[in-house]
């Protein structure tokens, strides 16, 4: 069922708080976490344990600050869930050269878990996407890239882009580099 409003009628006291653009996308993650969910739910896997795997697929031997810094994730966050995943025997970590910095790769089973979250994360993202058309889609997407590369510096944890160090950006549904815009 299609929901054009989300208050069932004009000008109600709460009308001011549904159109906020920070109410909206918060409800827009809120729903788009759980579309990834009830499509990868079997596999046990959140969408930050997901961002990190596909992160050490394409960046191995890279290490946890520099994981955190390639989602914009605080550094806490970062470690408990890499322990979590290391503890699910999907990470692997390694001395780094100056030994005190862990190298972080995925494991055999690490690798498969991706390949089996490649198809449920793909659909996730065209049920998150179906309400639109192609070109609202489009649209979409390059409007929501283009807030956050205005405001990312504004927050407590920026996103470094992997761009910018000349470095693939990762399509998440399909888990491998994406195809650059022109």
Do not use: W
Not at 39 to 57: C, W
Not at 129 to 136: A, G, K, N, R, V
Not at 146 to 152: D, E, G, L, M
């Amino acid at each position: 069922m299609a929901i054009e409003r989300l208050t069932s009628s004009p000008d109600t006291p709460l009308d001011g708080l549904y159109r906020r653009p920070g109410f909206l996308i918060r409800r827009a993650q809120q729903i788009a976490v759980s579309l990834f969910l009830e499509e990868t739910g079997a596999l046990g896997i959140t969408t930050t344990q997901y961002g990190i795997l596909l992160v050490l697929k394409y960046q191995p031997g890279i290490d946890q600050i520099s994981v955190a810094k390639a989602l914009g994730l605080d550094r806490s966050t970062t470690g408990m869930v890499l322990a979590k995943l290391e503890a699910a025997g999907l990470v692997g970590r390694t001395l780094g050269n100056d030994r005190r910095r862990r190298n972080l790769q995925l494991t055999r089973a690490g690798e498969r878990m991706l390949r089996d979250l490649s198809e449920p994360a793909r659909r996730a993202q065209s049920r998150v996407l179906s309400p639109f058309t192609e070109e609202e889609r489009s649209q979409f997407l390059h409007l929501l890239e283009k807030f956050v590369a205005q405001f990312n510096g504004s927050t407590r944890v920026p996103l470094e882009s992997p761009r910018a160090k000349g470095k693939p950006k990762i399509d998440p549904a399909q888990g491998k580099p994406a195809r650059q815009r022109r």
